[in-house]
């Protein structure tokens, strides 16, 4: 049983780095077709299938599924999971409001999502040192997503996106003047939100690292995310990011460094037109709605004094607006809440309301109900109080410990303000690595789950 375990320690360590790589890097091309839906079976999900294989053979192997079954946290995961499954069956047999294949896929799609964070939380348990290998890999893939985003802005590389059907089946395009850049992602979004989850612990490393030769590293990776960042021109992800980075640097008690990190960031929106051109048309429909309702409130103190007449009708005139933005709240955000209205214990299940809500907690409400959502909650609330019992981070641990711990915990709340406008936890290349990094850095609390 010993050899067992050794082996299967170390297959899973591989494909741990297989899935940090794989993941984020390779383009999601189709590999079995859903009927019915957009989403298909891919590569990455035959990675993911392999690693729980070996990790439950890891854990039997180990004695370590005996704590699995004892500790809160996997309860917590288990209990997000039943409810998960009764939102299901509930769709399917009492609102009708999916079809059963594509509701059980997407439910699937959750216990895939959660496996790398067991798989990496066990494995930097039994070796902390682990950590280090993990994070070069990381800087790695920062570099070459960047290498990768510039050949598709000035050497026309292949784009493949999810964003709709046609787009979904692989189709390779090119880029515009003026559009996103996705690099090896399948959407902008899904890009900057992963560059919101590593970029903070990048940033923080620099500061603690005392080696020139890494230092540079950790320059290229920094300023090669940050070109990502700001030509993804997501308006939301930057400030989440400044957020984040923030929060990394006061809990690795970095201060002095955050108004020069803040003005860095700031100064590479300066690389993206389209960024400084969205930030523009969101400050000049903000002003725009204010300038009419000053005039609506002046007209209508003055109403009184007036004598009605009727005048023409003027001419036609062009109306500021912002496209995302009144989408999400005209159509997206109303149809998750509709959704939640009609069954508010269990919600509509997973697919039920299209592939975009735009807002992940909306979108848990329209398809989970209460019950999937507080489940939810209570997941990342046991999370909160083992990264709460770490502070002060210098108190427990040192060094690259200390630069990812408070990275992953800045980026947790940088990602819970993107997910107020962008489905973050359903992107498969984002959540896979987000729950990855979230059990690499719980694997280093000393404090074992209760």
């Not at 004892?70 to 399917?92: D, E, H, M, P, V």
């Not at 090669?224 to 700001?230: A, D, K, Q, S």
């Not at 007449?309 to 997206?332: C, F, G, H, Y």
């Given at each position: 049983?010993?050899k067992v375990s050794?082996?299967?320690?170390?297959i899973l360590?591989?494909?741990v780095?297989?899935?940090?790589i794989a993941?984020?890097?390779?383009p999601?091309?189709?590999f079995?077709?859903?009927?019915?839906?957009?989403?298909s079976i891919?590569?990455?999900?035959?990675?993911?299938?392999?690693?729980?294989?070996?990790f439950?053979?890891?854990i039997?192997s180990?004695g370590?599924y005996k704590?699995?079954?004892k500790?809160?946290?996997s309860k917590a995961?288990?209990l997000?999971?039943?409810?998960?499954?009764?939102s299901t069956?509930?769709?399917i047999y009492?609102?009708?409001?999916t079809?059963?294949?594509?509701?059980?896929?997407?439910?699937?799609r959750?216990i895939?999502?959660?496996?790398?964070f067991?798989?990496?939380?066990?494995?930097?348990?039994?070796?902390?040192s682990?950590?280090?290998?993990y994070?070069k890999?990381?800087?790695l893939?920062?570099?070459?997503a960047f290498?990768y985003?510039l050949?598709?802005r000035y050497?026309?590389?292949?784009?493949?996106?999810?964003q709709?059907?046609e787009?979904?089946k692989?189709?390779?395009?090119r880029?515009l003047?003026?559009?996103?850049?996705?690099?090896t992602?399948a959407g902008?979004y899904d890009l900057a939100?992963?560059l919101i989850l590593?970029?903070?612990a990048?940033v923080?490393?620099?500061?603690?690292?005392?080696?020139?030769?890494?230092k540079?590293v950790l320059l290229?990776s920094?300023?090669?995310g940050?070109?990502?960042m700001?030509?993804?021109a997501?308006?939301i992800?930057?400030v989440?990011?400044?957020v984040a980075?923030?929060l990394?640097?006061?809990?690795?008690?970095?201060?002095k460094?955050?108004?020069?990190?803040?003005?860095?960031?700031?100064?590479f929106?300066?690389?993206?037109s389209?960024?400084?051109a969205r930030y523009?048309?969101?400050?000049?429909?903000t002003l725009?709605?204010?300038?009419q309702?000053?005039?609506?409130?002046v007209?209508?103190?003055?109403?009184?004094n007036k004598r009605i007449t009727?005048?023409?009708?003027?001419a036609?005139?062009m109306?500021?607006e912002?496209?995302?933005t009144?989408?999400r709240i005209?159509v997206?955000?109303p149809?998750?809440i509709?959704a939640?209205?009609?069954?508010?214990l269990?919600?509509?299940?997973?697919s039920?309301?299209?592939?975009a809500?735009d807002?992940?907690?909306?979108?848990?409400?329209?398809?989970?109900?209460?019950?999937?959502?507080i489940?939810?909650?209570?997941?990342?609330l046991?999370l909160?109080?083992n990264?709460?019992?770490?502070?002060?981070?210098?108190?427990?641990?040192s060094?690259?410990?200390?630069?990812?711990t408070a990275?992953?915990?800045g980026?947790?709340v940088?990602i819970?303000i993107?997910?107020?406008?962008i489905?973050?936890f359903?992107?498969s290349k984002f959540?896979?690595?987000?729950w990855a990094?979230?059990?690499?850095s719980?694997?280093?609390?000393?404090?074992?789950?209760e």
């Amino acid at each position: 049983m010993q050899k067992v375990s050794k082996l299967s320690e170390q297959i899973l360590k591989y494909l741990v780095a297989a899935i940090l790589i794989a993941v984020p890097l390779y383009p999601k091309f189709p590999f079995i077709r859903i009927p019915g839906t957009f989403v298909s079976i891919r590569l990455e999900d035959t990675l993911l299938l392999v690693g729980l294989l070996v990790f439950l053979i890891f854990i039997y192997s180990t004695g370590d599924y005996k704590e699995i079954l004892k500790n809160r946290l996997s309860k917590a995961f288990a209990l997000y999971l039943i409810a998960g499954l009764i939102s299901t069956l509930a769709s399917i047999y009492i609102t009708h409001t999916t079809e059963s294949h594509i509701v059980f896929l997407h439910w699937i799609r959750r216990i895939e999502y959660f496996t790398p964070f067991f798989m990496g939380y066990y494995l930097v348990k039994k070796d902390r040192s682990i950590l280090n290998y993990y994070f070069k890999l990381v800087l790695l893939v920062i570099v070459v997503a960047f290498i990768y985003g510039l050949g598709q802005r000035y050497l026309s590389w292949p784009i493949i996106i999810t964003q709709n059907e046609e787009y979904s089946k692989g189709v390779a395009l090119r880029w515009l003047s003026g559009s996103h850049i996705n690099s090896t992602f399948a959407g902008h979004y899904d890009l900057a939100s992963y560059l919101i989850l590593v970029l903070p612990a990048v940033v923080v490393y620099f500061f603690y690292e005392k080696s020139v030769k890494t230092k540079a590293v950790l320059l290229l990776s920094y300023f090669g995310g940050m070109w990502l960042m700001v030509n993804s021109a997501s308006r939301i992800s930057l400030v989440s990011y400044l957020v984040a980075v923030t929060l990394a640097l006061v809990l690795a008690k970095k201060i002095k460094q955050i108004p020069l990190v803040i003005i860095i960031s700031i100064a590479f929106v300066g690389f993206s037109s389209n960024l400084l051109a969205r930030y523009t048309r969101i400050i000049d429909v903000t002003l725009d709605k204010i300038s009419q309702t000053a005039v609506t409130t002046v007209n209508a103190q003055e109403l009184p004094n007036k004598r009605i007449t009727i005048t023409p009708t003027p001419a036609t005139t062009m109306v500021l607006e912002d496209r995302s933005t009144n989408i999400r709240i005209n159509v997206e955000w109303p149809r998750a809440i509709r959704a939640f209205l009609k069954n508010p214990l269990l919600g509509t299940g997973y697919s039920s309301i299209t592939l975009a809500t735009d807002n992940d907690y909306l979108r848990a409400l329209g398809e989970t109900g209460l019950l999937g959502f507080i489940t939810m909650a209570y997941i990342f609330l046991l999370l909160a109080l083992n990264y709460i019992s770490m502070i002060p981070l210098q108190r427990n641990i040192s060094g690259l410990e200390i630069a990812f711990t408070a990275g992953i915990i800045g980026s947790v709340v940088g990602i819970f303000i993107n997910a107020v406008f962008i489905d973050v936890f359903e992107a498969s290349k984002f959540a896979i690595n987000y729950w990855a990094m979230l059990g690499l850095s719980q694997g280093l609390i000393i404090k074992k789950y209760e």
